[in-house]
């Protein structure tokens, strides 16, 4: 499998979107019912700091941004009756609850009132959300991942978002997961074969090459 | 094509939903944007009072109700660059914006706390949307549709419910749309090609048939 | 609900692709199983004749032409138990098998060796069938209709196109069905509103006017 | 995450059905174009003759068999113009076009002449097929996943199944990859959060409990 040459990496601000993914306080604030790990993890590696940087020069450019939340409905009626084990942990810890503070983005990373959030059931951006409705009308092609967990979110909705025919950009710096091998595996073995990976450094500087 | 018998008929409350689709302000309420004609229509039919009994007779029996309401995000993002003149009529009048009093269920069907609201954007209920989700995963195989307007929301909703497996019942004295004409055309060509047409009288004594 | 004016249609055929639709040996040739009073008005109305002339125009400009045919697995595994009326009318005939010669193209508008067809189960082109993908990866944006029926595979794919954020054309004298009723009401009442209903005539000047 | 008990797990033939992915002549017979080391591995970990006994014994209890194999169109145009590295590399190798020899099921798991094949594009068994379609109208709500190779295809349907609703098993000596790293670490730390990891012993003998 070839890796593409970073330096030749040129993003279109009109066809590119970025993606946040699971920024939510469930997985990222001290209080998050199923944060664990993850608050360390993210500071040592300033996983969230790199994610500022890398929204702030997408929002500059005027790109569309899209947040995606986990948010159940209250009974979690969208669960079958015979649920996974990921889905049968959540309902019994009664978390991802919609219009609960665990679904809502952590302050770091805000939304402003006009950027979107979608929420979603499962590790896929795209499945059963209008993610996919919104990004063809607004006619992106190319979509950035960043967000919790890098195995999970990230990689189901770049595996997802590929199979859709969206060309696909992961921000290898801007996702943690719960430990330095689950977090690594999916960026050296899975994500390279379905787009291109790279750190926040190198997106901002092709971000910002569209001016020259 | 043959019609099923309505005598035939016999529903399984615990496979079967009951969908009320774009019973909103918009359309049915006097202040409603798009009310039009729509209004007294209703009243001469009664429209209203044949869907609260069937409401009421549904909920009695557990079964599942879900609600569709169309509801657009601030901005219409989902909607493209050139939209059909469906859209485009839509955007001109600002109507259908999430939030907005227009896009809830008028006072005399509310849904209750724990019935679940989906918003859609089209006319089709499954487009982009978690209907489908929900369904299956409450076992639901049959589902019986009731709303505004005939040839468009029920009408799409048939259809689409339909080429997902879905076996369809229509309430035809719990629908109405713009005229006579554009009622009954629907009623009398399209959808008992797709399903089982029946009035609400009759739903109402196949559902009790279930307990005797 | 305005409409288009005729004149100001543009076609872009690198952003446009040409749908033809259900046109199969079933529906029209004298042998196809149901055909019923099809042919005749085929003939009367000269359909198949205006749409080998769209086809010669399109195929001319180089533009994407895809073939969507009902084509059902043998034993028809993709039928519900409790199938629609629809359906069981299939069923029972034992029609549209996929490898019979029923579901094949009719040899007035055969396509050529590269183009796609597409096989479907349902009247919309779109519904578990990869004519989306293919769609999207093509770049195309908007879809021109021509087929039978002009009430079932026509507005099917019309509705559900329009729902995916296609901008839809109707070729109203390539498509044609049971009765002047039938075809008059979708495209007067239901098309419109989708789309641009447009003749062949139209459709090929628009076409042509891209080159001046 | 809990483990379900091995001893626990119970098999509707009805409702399961058995999913038999990228079993095909590229990936595994020795002139397949993408084999690589795969039929050193699948040799020295017996996983064909694994999923033989698991054929057979599905076979006998009547379940339903689908094949899900990687066939692309003749031109790739279901490949968007800015493929990921994975199309890319296919698109290189000219591989996976359909009707291809390579595309086809290896003679030592051979489907029978009533058993259903599905085409797809990508590494989900359930992205722009009719899949889904055809499993929810048999009333399938439980799969059990065989196939090549466990962190591509095998991962990516249970990732996708899980997310439909479907209550996923994975067979893990009936499932193969490039490495035994590549296999294991999705075995261990993605497959079991999204179904039941077992292997085919212990199926068999599952299947078989359901008629003591």
Chains 1, 2, 3, 4 share one sequence.
């Not at 609960?100 to 990373?109: A, F």
């Not at 959300?129 to 607004?138: E, G, M, V």
């Not at 595996?159 to 801007?174: Q, T, V």
């Not at 719960?178 to 190198?202: C, F, Q, R, Y």
Request: aromatic share 6%.
């Amino acid at each position: 499998m070839e890796k593409k040459n970073e330096a030749a990496i040129t993003i279109d601000p009109a066809k590119t979107a970025l993606l946040m993914l699971h920024w939510q306080n469930d997985l990222a604030t001290p209080s998050g019912k199923i944060a664990g790990n993850v608050l360390e993890r993210l500071a040592a590696a300033h996983t969230i700091e790199h994610t500022q940087a890398v929204l702030k020069a997408t929002r500059e450019k005027g790109m569309l941004v899209i947040f995606v939340n986990g948010s159940h409905r209250p009974g979690y009626p969208e669960v079958s009756a015979k649920p996974s084990p990921l889905m049968d942990s959540l309902l019994r810890a009664g978390i991802g609850v919609r219009g609960s503070r665990g679904t809502e983005v952590i302050d770091q990373l805000k939304p402003l009132d006009d950027e979107i959030v979608v929420y979603n059931y499962s590790t896929s951006g795209f499945c059963y959300t209008d993610l996919d409705i919104i990004l063809r009308n607004k006619g992106i092609t190319d979509i950035v991942l960043t967000g919790l967990v890098t195995n999970w979110s990230v990689e189901s909705t770049a595996r997802d978002g590929a199979n859709r025919g969206y060309f696909i950009y992961i921000l290898k710096d801007c996702c943690n997961s719960l430990s330095d091998e689950m977090h690594n595996w999916t960026l050296t073995n899975i994500l390279p074969v379905l787009g291109v990976v790279l750190d926040s450094k190198a997106y901002i500087a092709a971000l910002q090459g569209q001016v020259r």
